[in-house]
Each structure stands twice: as structure tokens, then as C-alpha cells.
């Protein structure tokens, strides 16, 4: 589809989006499809091209080449959607010493916006009772609140946030994932830009996956649950057989991995093989006392969708019950 004829389901099209700065190309004609009501997850490594991309959509910067349309506007002409849009970008900026609500009042001012959208914002973020306290005051969940604020005064059909998590404590995250959540309830398109894989799985109903500027995946979360597979969990009973039966498995075609950490082998796309695999163990002398199926996890599918590992995104796994 090209993005002069977006469809008035999608709040943002792309097609062959790319920005170069030099010779380094830092999104890599990039096309997107984000429907319009959604929470769109933004995903990708830290570098991935993620800010950029953003910037680009709110006319910070310029495409170097690639259309678009953002709420049936022209990604050329920004002026003919950003009144439509709210956004937080990075840590919000405020004047320390004024209050909460004195800090909206100075931006309702300059964006010649109305002011009595400045107590509704307030409620809608949960600093109703803090509105008048000085911003110094306030926690990092706080401020990204406020930020958020900010970012509804318009009125917005669209709200973009970039790492709207970053730097905060479990509280704050499952604070700012209902309030993210409670947006959405109320038809306002959200596109979410993070690192956090946690946030792809309690807020989002949509994600696009990048990896050095490109996309790896887009679609639902429920498309990206679907992609994951299953994996067979093996432990002999002796651990130093464990050398032993991942040559085994391998020579029977198999990709096996060997997780010393808790004593197993674990094997790709071989749940249909577990009888076989079993007896073939056993007739080598390696008894068997675990054989389970483990479905992969979103991390581990994010992983290989980007070809990156753990230390590049956070998986959170501590957080990841966190309802």
C-alpha cells in the first residue's frame, strides 16, 4: 500500500522510510502499518534506530528519502497532523520550582491551547492530589506523568512515547503500563517506543520489531506469540553424559544446546522425536530422568527474529509477572 492512499483504519503508514546522516544509514527504508486505536510497541536494541524514527514522524527531522501519513496527514507537510498528536520524548523538561499544575498552565501559554484541559489532564494521569506540588518534588514515576500530561493537553488522536519506562523502579513501570493501558481504553492510538521486551506483553496488541534500522517483524502480539516454537528439555542422569547425548542428538541432524546451569540438553524442533530420542539415549548408555516440552519464550523469539541476545535488550524477567 502506498502511503499516499492510507487507509483511515491505520493512524500511520510508511513506505521506504530511510535517514542517513552521512554515510551511516540509520533507518533503513522502513515501511510501517500501525492501526489506528492501538498500543503499537516500537521494539528494537539500543541504536536500532528507534529515536530517529520518531523524530521523523513528529517533523524533527527530515526523512532523507520515503513517504508517510500520520493521521491522514503528509509526513511532508508535519503542520497538517501535529496538532493531532501529543508525544514524550526522552525525560520530560519542567521548570523545578513551579508546581505540577503551574508547569501546564506555562504550556498551555505558549501552545495557545485551552487551559481547562489542564485539570482533566491532571486526572487523567493520577496527579490530581499532587497538581500542586513543585515538580522538584516529585518522583521519576511522577515526572513521566506530568510529561504525559503534557503530551494530552491537545486533546491528542495519536500519543507517541519514547521509553516511557526508562529508569523506572517495578512501581513506577506497572504504574505507567495501567496508565498507558487506560489511554488506550479511551480509542487513543498509543505507539510505544521501547527496550523493555515486558512492556510488548502487558500493554501492547501490536509491535513492530526493528534491528539496525530495518523491520524484522510487524504485526500483533498474538502473530509473534504464534511464531514461537517448541523445545525439548532433556537431562540425563549423570551430568558429565551431557557432552554425550548433545553429540548424539547432533548426529541425528538435531540443533542441540547444552545448559550446564541446570543440567540439560535442549533441543530444537524435536518435540514429534521424544520417543525416538529416548530410546536412542538409552541404547547409548545415557538414561534419561527429564524429557520435557518447553515452549519458547517472547524473549527468546525476539532474540532470534533480531539476531541479538540478552545483553542487548532487556528481557526484565524479573518483572515479566507483573500483571
Known amino acids: 500500500m502506498a502511503a499516499q492512499d492510507a487507509a483511515p483504519d491505520l493512524a500511520v503508514v510508511t513506505t521506504g522510510l530511510t535517514k542517513e546522516f552521512g554515510d551511516r544509514r540509520v533507518v533503513d527504508d522502513l515501511d510501517l502499518a500501525i492501526p489506528s486505536g492501538s498500543v503499537c510497541g516500537f521494539v528494537g536494541p539500543n541504536g536500532a534506530g528507534k529515536t530517529t524514527t520518531i523524530r521523523m514522524l513528529l517533523g524533527l527531522i527530515r526523512p532523507t528519502r520515503g513517504s508517510g501519513r500520520i493521521l491522514q496527514g503528509d509526513l511532508d507537510h508535519p503542520a497538517s497532523y501535529l496538532a493531532r498528536v501529543g508525544a514524550l520524548i526522552e525525560s520530560p523538561a519542567f521548570y523545578p520550582s513551579l508546581s505540577g499544575r503551574d508547569n501546564l498552565r506555562a504550556l498551555v501559554r505558549l501552545g495557545q491551547l485551552a487551559p481547562s484541559a489542564i485539570p482533566e489532564v491532571l486526572e487523567r494521569v493520577g ?4 497538581a500542586g506540588d513543585r515538580f522538584s518534588r516529585y518522583s521519576l514515576g511522577m515526572k513521566q506523568r506530568l510529561g504525559i500530561a ?3 493537553l491537545p486533546d491528542p488522536s495519536l500519543l507517541v512515547l519514547d521509553e516511557p519506562t526508562n529508569g523506572l523502579d517495578p512501581a513506577g513501570i506497572v504504574e505507567m503500563r495501567s496508565l498507558i493501558r487506560s489511554l488506550a481504553d479511551e480509542g487513543m492510538t498509543i505507539f510505544v517506543s521501547s527496550h523493555l521486551l515486558s512492556e510488548i506483553e502487558h500493554i501492547c496488541d501490536h509491535v513492530v520489531m526493528i534491528r539496525s534500522g530495518r523491520s524484522v517483524f510487524q504485526g500483533s502480539v498474538a502473530e509473534l ?3 514461537r516454537s517448541s ?4 537431562r540425563p542422569e549423570e551430568p558429565a553424559q551431557l557432552e554425550g547425548l548433545a553429540v548424539l542428538l547432533s548426529r541425528r541432524g538435531l540443533t542441540a544446546q547444552i545448559d550446564a546451569s ?3 540438553v535442549v533441543v530444537s524442533d524435536a518435540v514429534a522425536l521424544a520417543g525416538s530420542l529416548n530410546r536412542a539415549a538409552f ?3 545415557i538414561v534419561i ?10 524473549e527468546e523469539a525476539y532474540f532470534a527474529l533480531t539476531g541479538t541476545h540478552s545483553g542487548d535488550v532487556e528481557a526484565v524477567g524479573a518483572l515479566g509477572g507483573i500483571q
Open 150 to 152: 503534557a503530551a494530552l
Open 283 to 285: 541404547e547409548a548408555g
Open 262 to 264: 541446570s543440567g540439560t
Open 289 to 298: 530422568v527429564h524429557l520435557a516440552e518447553r515452549e519458547r519464550s517472547l
Open 127 to 130: 496527579l490530581a492530589d499532587r
Open 225 to 227: 506469540y504464534g511464531m
Open 231 to 234: 523445545e525439548l528439555v532433556i
